[in-house]
């Protein structure tokens, strides 16, 4: 988790680094005030993953996990991989169970992020920490439920309904336990395997801080 006033440093340092004016840089990444950036310096916003896009697109030598949370370091190496990664700004719960009808925001290549297919954010409250806006959620669509992991988070499509948690097996492998973070609040669901249509396993988190 960072503090997203730490965003303006990290913006200036490639700003900088680019030899360019805080004018000229929102120019060139395609935004037509620079008032956009200078809101980053007040706190008002995070730097977004269209905006990280954006600026990853034009200059590939940024690492944009760094330029997101401050993980790691400025330019990315020579050998790092990563696969792409579509970016939605929608909330999961509302996404999912019809992705094929909205466009991502942007696509990102994440190095330490790999085997993903999509970012989305969450703002469920049974798992984003209680000091976050959101989370960032870096997912993998599983292609059968039989690659399901004990132990391991996904967002779940059941009965038509999005739903993320920890799996546990309960008893039998055709009934799962499904485990929230925040289990003071939220109690455990039992569901029936049969009633899972999809699967998306949760490959990384990134939280959102609200200041």
């Known amino acids: 988790m960072t503090n997203k006033y730490n965003n303006w440093e990290r913006l200036v340092s490639v700003i900088e680094w680019a030899n360019m004016t805080v004018n000229a840089f929102a120019l060139h990444i395609g935004l037509q005030r620079s008032e956009n950036l200078y809101n980053i310096k007040k706190g008002n916003y995070g730097i977004s993953f269209e905006l990280a896009d954006r ?6 030598e940024i690492d944009h996990t760094w330029l997101m949370s401050g993980v790691g370091t400025m330019l990315r190496r020579k050998n790092d991989c990563c696969n792409e990664i579509c970016c939605y700004n929608e909330n999961v719960e509302e996404l999912l169970a019809d992705l094929g009808s909205v466009k991502p925001v942007g696509k990102a290549y994440i190095p330490g992020i790999n085997g993903c297919d999509i970012a989305i954010r969450s703002r469920s409250r049974a798992m984003c920490d209680k000091q976050c806006a959101a989370t960032q959620l870096f997912l993998k669509h599983l292609d059968s ?8 988070e996904y967002v779940l499509i059941i009965n038509g309904e999005v739903l993320w948690r920890k799996i546990r097996i309960a008893r039998s492998e055709d009934k799962w336990r499904l485990v929230a973070r925040n289990r003071k609040e939220f109690a455990d669901i039992y569901v029936d395997r049969a009633d899972v249509t999809d699967a998306w396993r949760v490959i990384a988190r990134l939280a959102i801080m609200t200041s």
């Open 55 to 60: 600026i990853c697109t034009l200059f590939p």
């Open 145 to 152: 439920l039989d690659d399901v992991v004990q132990g391991n």
